[in-house]
Structure formats: C-alpha cells, structure tokens
C-alpha cells in the first residue's frame, strides 16, 4: 500500500481532483501519464477499502444472524400494520378465521 494514502476519503477526493484534471485536457502528456498512474493506485486502494469494509459487514451479519431486508419492502413507506397474530389451537380446530 502506499504511504501516501492517508485514507478512504481522502482518496478519493484526490480521485476526483485528479479526473477533473485530466478531462479538461491541457495537461503535457507525461503529467497526464504521471496523474494517471497516481489515479490508478487511488483506485485500487479504494476498491481494496471497500471489499474490506464488504467483509466486515458480511461478518458481521453471519454472527449476528442478521439477513438483507426482503426486496419487496419499501424503504420510504412506514409500516403501519402489525404482524398477524397466531391462531390458537381451538381456533384452529373450529376453523375460525384469524384476527
């Protein structure tokens, strides 16, 4: 890793300054070459933080008996109802309908 990088943020922040660099294009080219050899490595650190951070997450989840939200919950709709309750057996054996 290079000791250059100080962290996440902040690479990515040079990232940036250094595409917004390069696409306006009036660079020589051996700064151009320089700028994105530098680029590259801010990529790759970056990429590398974040399957780290991934990892942590999906350890986190497995001992914590987490799982991912289901796909059809909204995430901006409050839920307002309760979950339906249980039927008790005498319920069930009179066939009586859930509340």
């Given at each position: 890793?290079?000791?250059?990088?100080?962290?996440?943020?902040?690479?990515?922040?040079?990232?940036?300054?250094?595409?917004?660099?390069?696409?306006?294009?009036?660079?020589?080219?051996?700064?151009?070459?320089?700028?994105?050899?530098?680029?590259?490595?801010?990529?790759?650190?970056?990429?590398?933080?974040?399957?780290q951070?991934?990892?942590?997450?999906?350890?986190?989840?497995?001992?914590?008996?987490?799982?991912?939200?289901?796909?059809?919950?909204a995430?901006?709709?409050?839920?307002?109802?309760?979950?339906?309750?249980?039927?008790?057996?005498?319920?069930?054996?009179?066939?009586?309908?859930?509340?």
């Amino acid at each position: 890793m290079d000791s250059t990088i100080k962290d996440f943020e902040a690479a990515i922040t040079e990232l940036e300054t250094i595409v917004k660099k390069l696409e306006e294009g009036d660079l020589p080219l051996e700064t151009s070459l320089q700028l994105y050899e530098r680029g590259v490595q801010l990529s790759r650190f970056c990429h590398a933080q974040l399957e780290q951070a991934e990892r942590r997450i999906e350890i986190l989840n497995e001992r914590g008996g987490l799982s991912p939200a289901p796909a059809n919950l909204a995430a901006d709709e409050p839920s307002t109802s309760s979950p339906p309750r249980p039927q008790s057996r005498n319920e069930e054996s009179e066939g009586r309908p859930r509340r």
